[in-house]
């Protein structure tokens, strides 16, 4: 690795101390060791390349657990070096509780979140040990890695001519792969309503243009998890948008129609499916490719039927497509492409009206579209969750060198800020957007300072709607509207988040008004260095389309007529 995240503490000084040494390798100390592993993760998310944790031990250690799930749950290679008591202060099988000062299992804690945790015992396999976990980092399903090295031992001398090294097995590439492929393609010729979903696995390392080159040779209609957002421009042809729960009607009536879908690198969650699984896709024969194949095998006796999975690489499998399409045929689908034009035509657009000037706020769904006409054509955008993420990922307009990255399975408030000071790290220079809420800001405040001190060029946009909105909507939706907890009147508590961003040493830009949003965007991304600009959100702002639980994806809320769903299902 190039650079190392963390934060100072005892048990981990000679640590720092060693890498600040390391000609080659750069540091940057946040505010909160979570904020650590979530910086390391957005590092690997732009450079491809594997970022570094150094913390110390005890609570320096459990700190890592939300960041460290971030990277598991995504597939995001990361190393976490996290230091530990003198060996002779370890507890060992003794029976209590805790022997050395600050002495945590760290092992115990992270063996269900990681690929790989060890703790270091004999200075002579320091470098075996990082071998190893290296290569389990990036190889298969790529994911974390952690190794406690004791404070005694970070310390010790050891001759180089002794140390021990790890030799990662080879790795084998299945002779059946070709025929897999073929068999695909085979499918999609015949297909008369087929879809492509791409999904973050693409990414994972990211395969973009090798896809992309895929793509020009299927030609048929595409439908993008959020996690797939930026693997083709918004323009691309035959581009349909998102899906899922909080996705786009259009998408969801395509996947629900489809006579086959292909998964390419998504492991088809919940949120894309619906709860009932015996509703997604129900005309269609599935295809799953991902390296996983416990992700594939999951549905077995849930209401979902995978009728075809492919075990490979997503490298491995676009290598193989590159050489088996030329022969391809594509299938005649003008028939589709005219129902899902009418169904664009057709279907809600659920976009609110632009308020007034006068209303003290902004309509997001307006906002998100003219930044779409803001951002360089380079631009990398870490969006946080809830609100923001859902509003962002259904408008955007990406374009083809923009970045849009999230922590989109484990979506924990706080992620955008510390993973865009590790997108800093890893690409200096290149425009880097934060899109937090009010809720997630509160959790990561104090990586303002670190904002600052490095004078990274960050624009912080906060959808202030002064509430955890998405949690109103819940409690709308199954408990009567009753809040509690989630804006100040139900006994939650925000900051005054532009004059404490102004006390960091942040310049301050507010939007209220809908005919301020692009001078004042404009101006804000004018300006050198990190800028924070406060978005004032309508309080009531609803996350629509939605789906309810049980409901199958072609009826989202706010509902459509039955009259109209049933004519729009004969199409």
Not at 12 to 23: I, Q, T, W
Request: glycine share 10%.
């Amino acid at each position: 690795t190039k650079h190392v995240f963390g934060m100072s503490g005892g048990a981990a000084v000679h640590l720092f101390d060693s890498a600040a040494k390391h000609l080659g390798v750069g540091t940057t100390f946040v505010a909160h060791e979570q904020s650590a592993a979530m910086a390391a993760d957005g590092y690997y998310r732009v450079s491809g390349r594997m970022g570094a944790c150094v913390v110390t031990s005890g609570p320096g250690a459990t700190n890592l657990l939300t960041g460290v799930c971030c990277s598991y749950y995504d597939s995001v290679p990361a190393l976490m070096l996290t230091g530990q008591v003198a060996t002779h202060r370890l507890k060992g099988e003794r029976k209590v509780r805790q022997v050395g000062f600050q002495e945590t299992d760290s092992l115990s804690i992270y063996s269900s979140v990681t690929k790989y945790a060890e703790q270091l015992r004999d200075p002579i396999q320091i470098a075996s040990i990082l071998d190893h976990a290296y290569a389990e980092a990036e190889v298969g399903r790529p994911g974390p890695v952690l190794v406690d090295i004791p404070d005694d031992l970070q310390r010790s001398y050891v001759d180089t001519a002794m140390l021990q090294r790890y030799d990662s097995p080879a790795r084998e590439r299945s002779d059946k792969l070709s025929e897999q492929v073929q068999s695909l393609l085979m499918k999609i010729s015949a297909a008369k309503r087929p879809v492509i979903i791409l999904g973050g696995g693409l990414s994972t390392p990211r395969k973009v243009d090798e896809l992309r080159e895929f793509l020009k040779h299927i030609e048929v209609p595409l439908v993008q998890t959020w996690a797939g957002l930026d693997l083709v421009p918004y323009d691309w042809k035959h581009r349909v948008g998102t899906f899922g729960v909080y996705g786009s009607r259009l998408g969801n009536f395509v996947v629900q129609h489809a006579d086959l879908v292909i998964c390419l690198g998504t492991r088809l969650s919940q949120n894309l499916t619906g709860g009932d699984l015996s509703t997604f896709a129900p005309k269609a024969q599935i295809v799953m490719v991902d390296v996983d194949q416990g992700e594939m095998d999951k549905f077995e006796g849930r209401g979902l039927e995978i009728a075809s999975r492919i075990q490979c690489l997503m490298k491995d499998f676009l290598d193989t497509a590159k050489v088996v399409v030329k022969g391809f045929k594509p299938p005649c689908i003008e028939p589709w492409l005219a129902t899902i034009d009418r169904w664009r035509s057709e279907l809600p657009d659920d976009i609110p009206a632009v308020p007034a000037d006068d209303a003290g706020y902004v309509d997001v769904h307006h906002f998100v579209r003219k930044l779409s006409d803001v951002l360089a054509d380079d631009e990398i955008m870490f969006v946080d969750t809830g609100g923001n993420l859902t509003w962002t990922c259904n408008n955007l307009r990406v374009k083809s060198g923009q970045r849009v990255l999230s922590a989109w399975n484990f979506t924990p408030m706080g992620y955008a800020v510390p993973a865009g000071i590790g997108g800093a790290a890893a690409a200096p220079g290149r425009p880097i957007t934060c899109i937090i809420g009010d809720g997630g800001l509160q959790l990561c405040l104090g990586e303002l300072a670190t904002v600052v001190r490095h004078q990274l060029p960050l624009k912080i946009l906060l959808f202030n709607n002064h509430s955890h909105g998405i949690q109103k909507q819940t409690l709308e939706t199954w408990l009567d509207g009753n809040y509690v907890g989630v804006d100040p009147a139900s006994g939650l508590g925000l900051s005054d988040f532009p004059n404490v961003a102004k006390a960091m040493g942040l310049p301050v830009v507010s939007i209220s008004k809908t005919s301020d949003i692009n001078r004042k965007l404009i101006e804000v991304y004018a300006m050198p260095g990190p800028v924070f600009c406060n978005i004032e959100v309508n309080p009531d702002q609803k996350l629509y389309p939605v789906l309810k639980a049980g409901e199958p994806l072609e009826n989202q809320m706010p509902l459509m007529s039955a009259e109209k769903l049933i004519a729009l299902r004969a199409l």
